[in-house]
DNA sequence: GTCATATAGTTAGATAATCTAATTTATTAT
DNA sequence: ATAATAAATTAGATTATCTAACTATATGAC
């Protein structure tokens, strides 16, 4: 992630604020026909926020050193725990990256002792992975501020807009989760 | 952004998709008293969804060898084109990276001839940063499928549905680019 | 007018998160 | 028994970020 810390001074002028319209401008030069203006409008838009969501997430849990993607896969750890036999294949699937990306944030996770890995007995090339004592500890622990972080995201709405918001959440969800042939 | 390109096998039995339910059933567990638990549901929504709209648009944008976010420094340098005097330092400010990050980019950028930097006649220290005809060609030629990668992402919403989440994005957008202290 | 300080940008060196390709070990199927 | 397949890792690369140190230039205090 990555948002100003601390010390490091920025230029006198900085840029003037353009906001959307100029977007938008370029946007009718620029779009195809069968582009609807008001859908991208709206996709820029969401575009933008997602980023700045993301970055809120890793910001909040950045006094806990770790980032909103790791601590994913603890969270992923804790509720499979007990139920699943969570292999290193099985979380490059679920997070749609590599094996080999599975790999490194494995060992990332096990220097730390947050996670262990266990050999199955059932089929010796297969790892079980499980969230240690000491990764559960730190879930609890960063539990409470990841979700009043959630919460915050969305404190500024009315109780109308925020009813509003939920039915679009979930169906935009479940819509770009089939694309991306991902899901929790 | 990252997601399976081809040939990469995935483990024979997959996760099961636990849905929001069982994140719920730990919220109820682990969220501080203080935490409005329907406002960090939606919360926890806003960011699943988040993260998947930038790998659908990094997906979009990978034909043409650029990442939404190095396609964004190209699209603020267009739109300031002639305005303003854009400099590594305002980039990084705008960006809400570190300048030596800005640096980097640009690096990138220049290697493939996308931008071009000019010291500044005013103050020698100073860097006149500009997007080249080459970075323009570019631009032209991926903002139609940009365009429609934005719309797709709101194509399954219903007419109603996007009005309301217009209203909510636009205040969503506002209040938490004052909280990270950026904006376009 | 000189000198200390501040600013803009870059460089150097590090880390995280991803990738592909190759390797190792174990299982399955012909 | 051997070939093909599968799971995990290793090796080596790239991108995107960071901090700290450095260079060159400008400014401001005296």
Not at 91 to 117: F, H, M, P, Q, V
Not at 133 to 157: D, I, N, Y
Request: hydrophobic share 40%; proline share 4%; net charge negative.
């Amino acid at each position: 992630m990555g948002r100003k810390n601390n010390h490091d001074h920025f230029a006198d002028q900085s840029l003037p604020k353009l906001g959307v319209q100029p977007y938008l401008e370029l946007m009718d030069k620029t779009a195809s026909g069968s582009t609807d203006r008001h859908s991208a409008h709206l996709g820029l838009l969401m575009m933008w926020l997602g980023d700045n969501v993301l970055d809120v997430m890793d910001l909040e849990l950045s006094p806990f050193h770790i980032t909103e993607s790791k601590f994913d896969l603890l969270l992923l750890l804790t509720l499979h725990d007990g139920r699943e036999l969570v292999t290193p294949s099985a979380i490059a699937e679920r997070l749609g990256i590599r094996r080999a990306s599975a790999t490194a944030l494995l060992d990332w996770l096990e220097k730390r002792n947050w996670i262990a890995r266990e050999q199955s007995s059932l089929d010796r090339r297969m790892v079980h992975v499980s969230i240690t004592p000491e990764g559960r500890a730190l879930v609890e622990k960063a539990l409470p501020t990841f979700w009043s972080a959630c919460s915050s995201l969305v404190s500024e709405l009315e109780p109308e807009e925020r009813k509003a918001l939920e039915k679009v959440l979930a169906k935009l969800n479940a819509a770009i989760e089939r694309r991306l042939g991902v899901g929790r």
